[in-house]
């Protein structure tokens, strides 16, 4: 008899209705815990340590076989696992990130990405889009909110990644520059800034609580003597002026454009003439429908803040002129799905 | 300036390795929760009578309208809408599926796979495979468990469809046939043998709670006095003997071989000679990791039962053959990503 060898649920006439699509889609909460729970089990770092078979995996998780295949078998549908004569092997993705004795290591963002915090966010969208978003949001950007410190923290290793793309374009070694990173979080974006041009200061701003997180950072990377803080609401705090360089990462998706022209009025001050503002965000096209994971990303705003969403660069561009900026350059920083915006003053 | 207009993030040579996948897959819970969301609030009923736009979508769904954008830019991104100059649309499956007017409208099947008990089956993964499964799972098949009353419910318009496809393969009208369903839940797969057969007598086997609404169904659809009912644990009950037909569908994956053969041979011994097994399943590949979501069904095994799994044909043939069974025919139930495996006695 032929073994059903299909590729494909459903190979269909692009007109066919299937329920297939709905079906899947109601099952891809799985596939964020199914990650979660493979690092979680360190699973990864096993078969990179050469336990490739359930038999040999289960031993080492300490789990049960059943539960380790299903499991092996999921990830190897969704992409971080490949699969051949029964025995597992790391994708390129798996291996550089997902593996713990790899230095590119990012297991740790599941500390914040699927908290039970965040989760809980997104339980009733129909709620949320009622209500124009969560009545008392994680993101509602509390004073001292420790959702954040946990941010800091577990977001590190993907932001190192970011930051070793931003740093070379933005430190300008050789010259002395001032630099304020504002909401600076885990401080990654300014101490990269600080390793890449030992002749530079950084001024981290953001809630005191979170401030600890990235002095602490910035004595593990050595420029604690060029790393300074200033704690509390950056809308709110006195920022200084002279600066060379402003970085604002992944901040103005918390707050709609008021608010942003609000602060970019502000950060305008604080620069120098011919100084640079330097804005990383997911930007989607103009037709906030693409790229996915850009686009997407709108919705986040919506579970965690009362007014963020995803900003194209026409909106960012209208949002600099009337703070006072001139002319912005995009780039995207690939293989992230991040884009780097820089303004000068 | 040029616009930024990418296709996708991060265009990339395969050995380049990429975070995309990983943070695209720690969101992936609310894709789930997105479309579900959007089922609650009716959004695709109301596009499909004319609301296309955010101002018309917040109005009709007393929501907010910077909720209604991010909704609807996300349910565009995952393959639900689509978006054209400010306006949307509805893909062939949420016309056929997602509005509430069309005929087979399955907006419903949310109810279970997205019921919050169902959720938190999935919250702790590694503990899953630690433990070899749940706890106390709702799949623990225990008597008369509530969830499987909602299942029998919300699940109507998925199966119904699955049914239509497979009443005219086994009823064979104009013939006198006497028909058991196993685990009949909603009852719909013997309903719709009862009506593609007016001459088919129906015996629906499920616990007590669940054939209520089995009988209801039935009733519904004028075959009451042709469908008869055997309460309890299909394990354990007395069945009855001389039947032409047995319909297993979605059954046999929540137990093991053992206990998959031990049920075989009493549905075995309860044919007449002759008479046909129908099982109706997610069939996997023999690699197991293919077709997607028939292989990545497993997981539900996982988490909802004890010793559940998705089985290959090479795995029901064994069981079938180990219970005295013949030869066995499979066949896809396009569009659905579930299969029909006829065995004869």
């Not at 699927?114 to 889009?129: K, Y």
């Amino acid at each position: 008899m032929p073994t059903l060898q299909a590729e494909t649920e459903s190979p269909r006439p692009a007109q066919q209705a299937s329920p297939t699509l709905i079906f899947e889609v109601l099952h891809r909460h799985q596939h964020t815990m199914a990650l979660k729970g493979a690092i979680d089990l360190e699973l990864f770092t096993h078969i990179a340590r050469g336990a490739t078979t359930t038999a040999a995996l289960a031993e080492r998780c300490h789990a049960d076989e059943r539960g380790i295949r299903i499991l092996c078998d999921f990830l190897t549908v969704i992409g971080f696992l490949r699969k051949t004569s029964g025995s597992y092997s790391l994708t390129t993705d798996s291996t550089v990130f997902l593996d713990k004795q790899s230095p590119a290591y990012m297991g740790s963002v599941t500390g914040f990405l699927s908290h039970p915090v965040i989760l809980d966010q997104f339980r009733d969208i129909a709620g949320l889009v009622r209500n124009g978003g969560p009545d008392n949001g994680v993101g509602s950007m509390s004073p001292d909110n420790d959702i954040w410190v946990e941010f800091a923290n577990s977001m590190v290793p993907m932001v190192s990644m970011v930051a070793q793309l931003v740093a070379p374009i933005v430190a300008k070694p050789g010259s002395r520059i001032k630099v304020l990173d504002v909401a600076a979080g885990h401080g990654i974006l300014g101490i990269s800034v600080a390793r890449a041009n030992p002749a530079a200061e950084i001024i981290a701003a953001d809630w005191k609580n979170v401030l600890k997180v990235a002095t602490a950072n910035a004595a593990k990377a050595g420029v604690q003597d060029r790393f300074h803080t200033v704690p509390g609401d950056v809308f709110e705090s006195e920022l200084g002026t002279g600066f060379d360089l402003v970085l604002v990462s992944n901040f103005l998706h918390c707050f709609d454009a008021t608010a942003n022209i609000r602060l970019l009025k502000k950060v305008q001050s604080a620069l120098k003439p011919g100084g640079q503002l330097a804005v990383i965000e997911f930007v989607p096209n103009d037709d906030k429908v693409s790229p996915p994971v850009a686009a997407s990303f709108a919705m986040n705003m919506l579970g965690n803040t009362e007014r963020g969403d995803v900003y194209t660069l026409t909106e960012f561009n209208a949002m600099f002129r009337e703070a006072g900026f001139g002319e912005s350059r995009i780039q995207q920083l690939q293989p992230t799905p991040l884009s780097l915006i820089l303004v000068s003053r």
